[in-house]
């Protein structure tokens, strides 16, 4: 387990506010396949909305690792320990350069050990009182094909059995939080703490690539920061979901050597999706994790919402179901 996984040793999970929640929007399907295998789905990256997923950040990264890299090339220009060849490119360019080489070393690193996973959903504060108590139009339509449901999870209840239940990720890594979707190459402030164990990593490497380049170099007190940057980095055109997200890093056992979770895949359309069982077996005895299901507009709402109220009373399930009360029908 590396530091930034799970990060937190609170109660409360520090990424999020004590009244968020997370409404992860669904099919029926879908639904009934995490209320029937009683365990949450965590989806193969590469199957999300989102064709850079996991890249998102790779720019910034670089960009901030390679000023770093000029500040201290710069720094042993001045205290005369290196002086540039003639005609040689400037520090600038050649930082540039090495902090790009430097990011995609750690990704690469991180995807040869691990492949991620991710469950998420649209964070909620209790403040919002009608989109919390009915959900959001644009994610019934998008994800819920119009109808749908919507689950209703308390984050901090999610981190706290996480951390109950590490005994079953054996090499895995995972960590909840909140997406940041920021423009430009400035590390946004949740963010920031991470960018800044990349950039002193940085320097470190450069010294020792101008010092001592035949040594190897070491990664491993970074890497759990460039994941986290990586994991929780989208592209701003995604901003509108406000997604939060649980991260599963599934370790390739050919590296490592032990039993990760297991690989199942489910239909997605007309393609076939990847994923992971995440809390299997104690998803819905855990108290006020999974807090409501709330039935999406569409269709007959009251017959979907008594099947489920069936089902949950039938299994003796402690989990509230209620109808939203937007008047959207779906064409």
Known sequence: ????????????????????????????????????????????????????????ARDAMASFSGLRMAERLAALKVNKRIKPLPGAPPIREVAQREGERFVDSLYKAMFMV??????????????????????????????????????QINPHALATALRG???????????????????????PTSLREFYEQLGKKAQEVVE???FRPEDKIDIADVISAFIR??????????????????????????????????VFIRAGGKDVVSYVKVLESVLLSTPDL??????????DRARRSESIKEYV???????????????????
């Not at 929007?25 to 996991?54: K, P, V």
């Not at 998420?120 to 504060?125: E, M, Q, T, Y």
């Not at 999974?290 to 269709?299: A, C, D, L, N, S």
């Not at 009373?313 to 064409?331: A, C, G, Q, W």
């Open 1 to 56: 387990m590396v530091d930034a996984f799970p990060g937190v040793a609170s109660e409360l999970d520090s990424d999020f506010h004590e009244n968020d929640r997370i409404f992860h929007y669904t099919s029926g399907e879908s639904l009934a396949g995490i209320l029937q295998s009683n365990c949450l789905w965590a989806t193969h990256f590469l199957a999300l909305n989102d064709r850079q997923e996991f890249m998102s």
């Open 114 to 151: 691990h492949q991620p996973y991710v469950f998420s959903g649209f964070i909620c504060n209790k403040q919002n009182a009608y989109a919390f108590e009915n959900g959001v139009l644009q994610h019934w339509a998008t994800y819920g094909g119009g109808s749908g449901f919507a689950i």
């Open 290 to 299: 999974i807090e409501r299901i709330v039935v999406g507009p569409g269709g």
């Open 229 to 262: 940057i990586a994991s929780y980095s989208k592209h701003h055109f995604f901003e509108i979901e406000q997604e939060a997200r649980l991260v599963i890093l599934r370790v390739v056992p050919e590296v490592e050597g032990v039993a990760p979770h297991e």
């Open 165 to 187: 239940n590490e005994e079953r990720f054996a090499g895995d890594l995972w960590s909840t939080g909140k997406v940041d979707y920021s423009k430009g190459l400035e590390p």
């Open 208 to 210: 020792q690539v101008v």
């Open 313 to 331: 009373r039938m299994r003796h399930i402690n989990i509230d179901v209620t109808t939203s009360e937007i008047p959207y029908l779906p064409h």
